[in-house]
């Protein structure tokens, strides 16, 4: 009778710890969880290295950081999947657009670690833009902001990704601007693999004392322009302007950053028509240089006179109200 009951109790046991594994990934699996805009629902099959089934200190993980191991693999970005449909820094993001009114903040949780970089976009219909945008890490800890401001949202949006390690992350997007200047965000949670940018396409990097400033004229064939700064380990302070004729600011962002390596900015600018300048300036003390990175991201076929005008009134080539950089009496 004793052989009988152990038996019986050694083949129901596997069920029985079974279900309650089950029952308690599934608590786990809920704070995995983020906004809409995570990578929970939609992830495909990934491949790790060995570290992944490693525990604290090198050693083989226990059963129940294997299963802790295994729910953030399901949840992590795949590595071979690019920031988003299009390559890095493109203007197509597979979250849906939200209406950011005037005066009013939106935020974008991402509560799983295995999210470590989040692209931004935000766009207008045409009127100007004016934001703050943050990243918050822990209660009262903001180690990334942003005060943006572009001329026109729609000719050129902003378009930046920002390294979030060692989540749970928040996004913040503040519309400043008045009531009658709404904005559409996308935020998306996009994969850490690869550096950031194409480094093909960008010059060498340029070391930018504290209180110093560079400038990078720009060819009317080049559409977009990629930009990267970062420091060695030091707070990051820079002001970044794009220009369009003398002292003609269209887009102007100034940004903070507590570790330019841990968290270094990158951005995609739009420069339509003639005349770009990208100037950059370290707002910090000298103390604290940076690293610049730039290059052209996009070049595109500008053969006709009227593409290569500068855009003067803001509108895209062709767009409503063009007006070029000659006048005529």
């Known amino acids: 009778m004793k052989f009988a009951a152990a038996l019986s109790f050694l083949l129901f046991a596997p069920s029985v710890d079974a279900f309650a594994t089950n029952k308690a990934k599934a608590p786990a699996l809920d704070c995995l969880k983020s906004t809409p805009f995570s990578y929970n629902d939609r992830q495909g099959p990934n491949s790790f290295s060995y570290r992944d089934n490693l525990g604290a200190g090198g050693r083989p993980a226990s059963s129940s950081q294997q299963d802790e191991i295994n729910m953030q693999q399901r949840t992590r970005p795949p590595a071979n999947m690019g920031p988003a449909p299009g390559g890095p820094g493109s203007l197509v993001a597979a979250s849906p657009e939200v209406t950011v009114q005037g005066g009013s903040l939106k935020t974008w949780a991402f509560s799983s670690p295995a999210v470590e970089r989040v692209q931004v976009i935000l766009k207008t219909e045409g009127r100007p833009l004016d934001a703050d945008v943050e990243l918050w890490a822990g209660p009262d800890n903001t180690p990334h902001k942003m005060r943006v401001y572009v001329e026109n949202g729609a000719t050129r949006p902003f378009n930046a990704v920002l390294e979030t390690p060692r989540g749970p992350n928040t996004i913040a997007v503040r519309n400043i601007g008045q009531l009658e200047f709404p904005m559409a965000a996308q935020i998306d ?33 080049v559409d977009s322009v990629q930009v990267l700064l970062r420091t060695d380990g030091r707070p990051l302070n820079a002001r970044l302007e794009l220009l369009q004729g003398p002292n003609n600011n269209k887009q102007v962002i100034e940004l903070y950053t507590e570790d330019g390596l841990d968290r270094p900015f990158y951005a995609i600018l739009e420069t339509p028509g003639s005349g770009n300048v990208v100037r950059i300036v370290n707002t910090a003390t000298v103390e604290f240089p940076l690293t610049c990175s730039i290059g052209a991201y996009k070049i595109g076929d500008k053969s006709s006179f009227e593409e290569m005008q500068p855009v003067i009134s803001g509108y895209g080539a062709g767009g409503p109200g063009r007006r070029s950089g000659s006048f005529r009496m």
Do not use: H, K, W
């Open 189 to 221: 949670a996009v994969s850490a693999a690869g550096p950031l940018g194409d480094p093909e396409r960008m010059e060498g990097s340029m070391t930018i004392q504290g209180g110093a400033l560079r400038t990078y004229p720009f060819d009317p064939q």
